[in-house]
């Protein structure tokens, strides 16, 4: 065999190797164990997408409203703590309306002071005119409306952030994860085993918060301070273990939240055996804790996870070292996505499911027969048509395109790629690609042999004169792939993915397997007349 044959033979007989090893998984119901423990086999089958195997489609709407309202409760607190360190005097500090926070002052003269901290610190707030009300100095701060369309695009930035985090720790192959509009995401969960829990999990908002509670408030009273609010603690009995609701009355301002964390993991308590979950703060909110706890010695502390408080401890003594324990009546499972939940950052806002399809798999299975069905009756027409027209040759287009679809589904499964509905119309695309390369050579050859030329100059020529053509026409439409794969979401990417390894794998096929077949039979049987 001719030495530029052998290295070409060599590419197409360990391509063909590789792919048929990787789809073995996929296509042999059982394999032999020395192969599934192996580190160095594929043993993974092609994954397939929503359509194909089923699963959950969720679109869910970021309340953007709330991670304003967020920010400014975090404003309120840091101007609290930038007042007390300048020694100036006030009544109260808290958020009024959707986008205002509101200080008290005892004196017009602190008023200047104060604007001076707000305008250093905050130079994005608008500061409102003073006013005076009961012998009280009212200063408000505004925020703009630039600030607040910034920030509502963070909001939804972070929760998308926040829910692939959560969705990658939950174990789900392949998720598709996508902004939609200005505060939607599209959330698409293949295969998922147990969709409730990922539901749960993924709209779990998981803010964490430390409260002070106020004992001296009766939680049925009519009259709330502005400040506090009325919320729910779960309590367990010891003896029986029935929980119950009890109302209590916490201050609105979080004096530590969940953004502190950098570690939560769930632990057994020995004495009692239950689940607890066990939190580390970072250095900003080891010091902040410590001189919270300090501060507040005597006084309930309640641990607050979305809007729920799950103890109240007396703070005993100033807390130092970085760690706390939330304790509650949890069960292991409940305890563990909460902690995942917290590891994976709290939502800067509540999100809603505004719409929730659960894919059978029994559509999935249809799904699959239908698009290869499909794909079938497309592979049969274009092989018929190439050996009606090209005769012989046709027989070697034929080749190129097996090899194609072999090729590509192998790359799919060693890869790890996802199979989707639109990337079975991607593969019925690319056999028509790879005829169609096929035909500008096969023209090319007839245009030679009609100059006089012998088959394997004519041969030669052919392949020559339409490689540019091919490279051409396959780098654009790979470019088209690309921006399809990056600006695309769900059933696109599927298609982009199949699509620009198919144009790669094509190029291969028809430029370099094809011809490797050409060469050999003129060689080896010294044909004098081509049936193309």
Do not use: C
């Not at 430390?210 to 603690?233: G, H, K």
């Not at 501060?295 to 130092?320: C, H, M, T, W």
């Amino acid at each position: 065999m001719p030495k530029g044959i052998n290295w070409r033979l060599i590419l197409i007989v360990a391509f063909l190797l590789i792919s048929v090893i990787s789809l073995a998984p996929t296509f042999v119901p059982e394999l032999p164990s020395w192969w599934t423990n192996s580190a160095f086999i594929p043993h993974n089958k092609i994954r397939l997408g929503l359509d194909l195997q089923g699963g959950s489609h969720l679109l869910m709407e970021v309340d953007t409203q709330k991670a304003i309202e967020g920010t400014l409760d975090l404003i309120a607190s840091d101007l609290e703590d930038s007042l007390n360190s300048a020694n100036i005097r006030y009544r109260s500090i808290a958020r009024v309306g959707s986008d205002k926070i509101q200080l008290s002052l005892y004196d017009a003269g602190s008023a200047g002071k104060v604007q001076d901290i707000v305008k250093k610190k905050y130079p994005d707030m608008d500061i409102l005119p003073v006013t005076n009300d009961g012998g009280m100095v009212n200063l408000q701060i505004q925020m703009n409306k630039n600030v607040i369309a910034d920030r509502q695009d963070k909001a939804v930035s972070q929760a998308l952030e926040t829910i692939r985090n959560r969705v990658d720790q939950f174990g789900v192959s392949e998720p598709v994860i996508a902004r939609e509009g200005l505060n939607h995401i599209v959330i698409q969960l293949p295969g998922i085993k147990d969709p409730k829990r990922a539901i749960d999990l993924i709209g779990k908002t998981a803010r964490l918060e430390f409260r002070l509670v106020d004992d001296s408030v009766n939680p049925t009273s009519a009259t709330i301070p502005e400040d506090e609010e009325v919320i729910q603690e779960k309590r367990v009995d010891p003896e029986t273990g029935a929980t119950s609701e009890i109302p209590i009355v916490v201050k609105k301002r979080a004096l530590i939240t969940g953004d502190m964390l950098t570690d939560a993991q769930v632990r057994i308590d020995s004495q009692f055996n239950r689940p607890y979950i066990s939190i580390e703060f970072n250095s900003v909110g080891s010091r902040l804790f410590e001189q919270v706890t300090g501060q507040n010695v005597g006084k309930r502390f309640a641990i607050v996870l979305d809007g729920v408080s799950y103890s109240s401890p007396v703070i005993k003594e100033r807390i130092s070292g970085g760690s706390a324990q939330i304790t509650g009546d949890f069960s292991e499972k409940e305890a563990s996505d909460i902690a995942l939940a917290l590891r994976s950052g709290s939502l800067p806002a509540p999100v809603h499911i505004i719409q929730n399809v659960t894919v059978g798999p029994s559509l999935g299975e249809d799904s699959i027969h239908k698009g290869l069905m499909a794909g079938l009756i497309g592979v049969i027409l274009v092989v018929v048509f190439m050996l009606i027209y090209y005769k012989g040759a046709g027989l070697v287009a034929n080749y190129g395109m097996a090899l194609n679809i072999i090729y590509l589904m192998g790359a799919m499964a060693l890869f790890g790629f996802t199979l989707t509905l639109p990337g079975i119309a991607a593969i019925v695309l690319l056999v028509g690609m790879s005829v169609d390369a096929n035909v500008l050579i096969f023209e090319r050859i007839r245009e030679e042999l009609r100059l006089g030329k012998t088959p394997k100059a004519a041969v030669d020529s052919g392949y020559d004169k339409a490689f540019l053509t091919i490279m051409d026409a396959h780098v654009t439409t790979l470019i088209t792939a690309i921006v399809l794969f990056q600006f695309g979401t769900g059933p696109v990417k599927g298609f982009a993915v199949s699509l620009s390894l198919g144009v790669i794998i094509n190029l291969f096929t028809s430029l370099v397997a094809t011809k490797v077949v050409f060469d050999f039979v003129l060689r080896k049987f010294n044909i004098k007349r081509l049936s193309i």
